[in-house]
């Protein structure tokens, strides 16, 4: 099962993409309540949308986002049938995708 959930919404000729990513995102400060010991950072470093095989968004995230990060914005144009993939890989090397087909 996938990390990553996405809802699309078409709306006067844009699309709504709105993404929620399960994710701890320890940015390695925290420390462990019964140990004191420091929690290793674990974070989302790259981010990625892409539209119909094309890259719309590639960006680098930092320690500084929130657990389980919540990221939406505005595509203009998108069309009924159009295939979104979202991907992520971490400061540990885990990734993960999800494909999204807009209605």
């Given amino acids: 099962m996938s990390s990553i959930k996405i809802r ?8 709504q993409i ?12 925290n420390r462990d309540k019964k ?3 420091l929690v290793p950072a674990h974070f989302i470093q790259q981010l990625t949308v892409e539209h119909n095989k094309n890259v719309i968004i590639a ?17 203009k144009g998108g069309n009924a049938g159009d295939k ?6 971490d400061n540990l090397g885990n990734q993960d995708s999800q494909d999204h087909i807009i209605n």
């Fill in 8 to 15: 699309t919404k078409r709306m006067d000729g844009k699309t």
């Fill in 18 to 29: 709105r993404m929620l990513i399960a994710h701890p995102m320890e940015h390695g400060r």
């Fill in 84 to 89: 979104l993939t979202i991907s992520w890989v």
């Fill in 35 to 37: 140990t004191n010991a």
């Fill in 59 to 75: 960006g680098n995230t930092g320690a500084n986002i929130s657990k389980d990060p919540y990221f939406a914005f505005m595509l």
